[in-house]
């Protein structure tokens, strides 16, 4: 009785050395890569990015509208990648400018008076990946914001513009780098 048990356990040993060889090997010829930060950049290849400032093309303009999105855009690259941001010649190039910054009605009270309004800010990208122009393209991102009518335009204009650019920013970095 202990011949066999012992074969038995010597054959189980055996099987669970061999399972764990092939799961040693499967494992070290496979290469997982994240980040917390979403960037899914091959840094052997590419290493610099190219911003260019977008200017306003819109008929409606609010005057710091451009610095706030282009100052947002270039720190998300900047803080989130190890790129670096250099003014010609860079290995993947975003440039563009903002079309579009509307307001209209958004809902109407009881009494039919409007009751929100929403803005929309949206901007139009050319991205160039000089290693990979498979990755190219030309994009419209538009983010919207809604605020009561209660307020003045003024008074919330800053706010929500810049959580607009955030949103854009945050859209145009995913289709870039992250490639989501």
């Known amino acids: 009785m202990q011949n066999i048990f012992r074969k038995t356990t010597v054959k189980g040993v055996h099987r669970i050395g061999v399972v764990t060889v092939i799961a040693v090997v499967l494992l070290s010829a496979c290469h997982v890569s994240f980040s917390l930060n979403g960037a899914s950049i091959d840094y052997t290849k590419v290493k610099t990015i190219q911003i260019t400032d977008f200017p306003i093309r819109s008929s409606y303009v609010w005057g710091p509208m451009s610095s706030i999105f282009n100052n947002q855009l270039k720190d998300r690259y900047a803080n989130n990648t190890r790129l670096i941001q250099v003014k010609r010649n860079g290995d ?42 498979q990755e190219d393209f030309e994009r419209q991102f538009t983010a919207t914001s809604t605020y009561e009518t209660t307020q003045s335009l003024s008074s919330v204009q800053e706010e929500l513009v810049t959580q607009m650019c955030k949103e854009l920013t945050d859209q145009i970095f995913n289709a870039t780098v992250a490639q989501w």
Not at 104 to 117: A, C, L
């Open 92 to 133: 993947l190039k975003i440039e563009g400018e903002i079309i579009s910054y509307t307001q209209r009605n958004k809902s109407v009270s009881s009494e039919g008076y409007s009751s929100q309004t929403e803005l929309a800010l949206t901007v139009n990208v050319r991205f160039v990946n000089t290693t990979n122009h």
